[in-house]
């Protein structure tokens, strides 16, 4: 299995910016997918973005596309979600998912289609 571990999350307000970052256990493969959701209180998790851990993109949610973006991490085995112009809407915890069998070429819109997860990090913008 992989261990999965989200940070940067935190308070900000409307219009602003965080930079979230999803650390493997792992070395990781370029290639292999990568998952970003979100979920809030009383709601079902759901995709926000989906690509491959070396930056490439093939998926971005409406509520989301041209303000986030998937980035290679700085760090190594890491990926990055850029969260710009950041919305009250934007609240809620973040996770990081990924699966080495399953491919990047197609969003996987599911939960049960991912074989490991982190343990969220929670993102607060206030108006």
């Known amino acids: 299995q992989v261990r999965l571990v989200e940070s940067g999350g935190g308070l900000v307000q409307a219009g602003g910016s965080l930079r979230l970052s999803c650390a493997a256990s792992v070395r990781t493969v370029n290639s292999f997918a990568l998952g970003w959701f979100r979920q809030v209180p009383g709601k079902e998790r759901t995709l926000i973005a989906f690509?491959?851990?070396?930056?490439?993109?093939?998926y971005y949610a409406d509520s989301v596309k041209g303000r986030f973006t998937i980035a290679r991490g700085t760090a190594k085995n890491t990926a990055d979600l850029q969260m710009n112009n950041l919305k009250p809407e934007d609240t809620a915890v973040y996770y990081c998912a990924t699966d080495p069998t399953i491919g990047s070429r197609r969003p996987k819109y599911k939960t049960y289609e991912y074989e490991n997860w982190g343990q969220g990090t929670q993102v607060t913008v206030s108006s």
């Open positions: 690509g491959t851990w070396g930056g490439e993109a093939t």
